[in-house]
């Protein structure tokens, strides 16, 4: 037994006209999309492609934390792909120029770049493959 009755539908609200409810809260407030933040193996990789001047492909890039008594840090290996003479020209600069570049990293020093591999296929499509190796440590 109900002790009140009420004739109003109790499903109304399901099939009402959004439209029309007041709203007191502030209007939203549009805001422009956030950047995705750049992490240190997206500004590694960027280093490597301005050093190139654009002229290389990144293929694989592998991030490894390590950490001594002293030090701590990342090792990154970056293989980079060269494609045509112009290029693979590009490439053979990267290799002569890595070992002696100061990166500018926030936060980070270069403790070592070297070039670990490299893979040069000549033929009516000249290609050259290298792989980079950097040693990095947290500042502070």
């Known amino acids: 037994m109900m002790l ?20 007191k809260s502030a209007p939203p407030v549009l805001r422009a999309p956030l950047r995705p933040r750049r992490t240190l193996a997206d500004r590694v990789r960027a280093a490597l492609l301005g050093l190139t ?19 701590s840090g990342t090792r990154h290996e970056v293989v980079m792909e060269f494609c045509g003479p112009d290029a693979v020209a590009l490439g053979e600069d990267l290799i002569e120029r890595l070992p002696d570049h ?19 296929r000549f033929g009516a499509m000249e290609r050259l493959e290298v792989t980079a190796v950097l040693l990095l440590l947290e500042e502070g």
């Open 53 to 71: 001047h654009g002229g290389g492909t990144v293929l694989a890039h592998t991030e490894t934390a390590w950490a001594s008594i002293t030090f």
């Open 102 to 120: 100061e990166f500018a990293l926030p936060g980070q020093l270069v403790a070592d770049a070297t070039i670990s591999a490299v893979d040069h």
């Open 4 to 23: 009140t009755t009420s004739l109003r539908d109790p499903f109304a609200h399901v099939f009402a006209d959004l439209g029309e409810i007041e709203v």
